[in-house]
């Protein structure tokens, strides 16, 4: 969260310096403080790992969107046609994520989603149930949910 912070801050002095405050000023500051933190990730270790975490963020904000665009399509599909296609169930998925901060990122990604809400976590925290509305292949949706799992692990380690 630090290089988060400074990164925005080196932003927010590069468009203070060019006095220049638009979108696509703020967005090549952000990109010059990446630049910056990812050279001084070597000599300070607070930095480790940043240059790495960025790239694999943008790939899950366009990996999420895309997910979101299919399950609003199969949702508005079924609510615009006569016949219902809907399954609905409660299935348990096995969790990878074993923090509060990983499993509650992975619950709230699934509960806004349209069609799947996430209900209840194991008190071990092995466990997470959700409810989905189309359930036609319990294995093809749980390997949906391990690979949002998976992405999000990804960019929270």
Do not use: C
């Not at 925005?8 to 405050?21: D, E, G, M, P, Q």
């Not at 994520?97 to 996430?118: F, K, M, Q, R, Y």
């Amino acid at each position: 969260m630090i290089p988060f912070a400074l990164n925005v801050v080196l932003a927010v002095i590069w468009l203070v310096l060019t006095a220049n405050v638009t979108a696509p000023n703020a967005l090549f500051g952000l990109i010059l403080g990446y630049i910056a933190i990812a050279m001084m990730q070597v000599q300070f270790p607070i930095f480790a790992g940043y240059a790495q975490r960025v790239p694999r963020f943008i790939r899950f904000v366009f990996f999420y969107v895309w997910e979101m665009i299919k399950a609003n399509a199969r949702v508005a599909y079924d609510v615009l046609t006569p016949e219902w296609g809907i399954r609905p169930g409660v299935i348990a998925i096995p969790l990878e994520a074993h923090t509060d901060g990983e499993i509650t990122v992975l619950a709230n990604l699934i509960s806004l989603t349209p069609g799947t809400l996430s209900l209840d976590v194991s008190t071990d925290r092995q466990v997470l149930y959700i409810h989905a509305m189309y359930i036609y292949d319990e294995v093809e949706l749980l390997e949906e949910i391990k690979e949002l799992e998976r992405r999000v692990l990804e960019v929270m380690r």
